[in-house]
């Protein structure tokens, strides 16, 4: 079975530029989440859904990013403008409720650096 | 709020030593437990997991024990490879969050030949 599936894996892009992530969840399941992992602060939970629907976006660390799901299939987390600080690693991960342990897959994640 | 604490890395060991990383939790609920890998340049992986008291997650050598009573999920290995250098994640999930997992800070562990 494919996991979840990211792209692009790398992406260098200058301040100020639209960066756009992209997620493909496992097929069936019913919730994807967004991490962002950083040295400093590790791995935080930036967004997550539940059928396409946002259900906590507390995680967003401002209005320059915004996430969407338009289908089951489907998710992109953007940043519009980029600044240097936005320099991390980008996971999107899915799991099925119900599941034993509710166990989440993640993706190999998206290394962003803006430069 | 729920957390999850692990102990400070970096873990330095020679191969074939023990292993204790430790992880202890606050969670209101009775959540999952979890250790996640995550190798140099790579994304998580699943290590193992315990869902409920007592239960014991166990793969690659590697085991861990839901103990409720102190709230904690210390990850063992009897005898440490060259190839389990990487940084292990301690996390708890909330099922009625879709198994939302909150982690710890990350442990590195650096296994020397």
Known sequence: DAGVIQSPRHEVTEMGQEVTLRCKPISGHDYLFWYRQTMMRGLELLIYFNNNVPIDDSGMPEDRFSAKMPNASFSTLKIQPSEPRDSAVYFCASSLLGTTGNTIYFGEGSWLTVV | ?113
């Open chain 2, 1 to 113: 709020g729920d957390s999850v604490t692990q102990m400070e890395g970096p873990v330095t060991l020679s191969e074939e030593a023990f292993l204790t990383i430790n992880c202890t939790y606050t969670a209101t609920g009775y959540p999952s437990l979890f250790w996640y890998v995550q190798y140099p340049g790579e994304g998580l992986q699943l290590l193992l997991k315990a869902t409920k008291a007592d239960d014991k997650g166990s793969n690659k050598g590697f085991e861990a024990t839901y103990r409720k009573e102190t709230t904690s999920f210390h990850l063992e290995k009897g005898s440490v490879q060259v190839s389990d250098s990487a940084v292990y994640f301690c996390a708890l999930s909330i099922y009625n969050q879709g198994g939302k997992l909150i982690f710890g800070q990350g442990t590195e562990l650096s296994v020397k030949p």
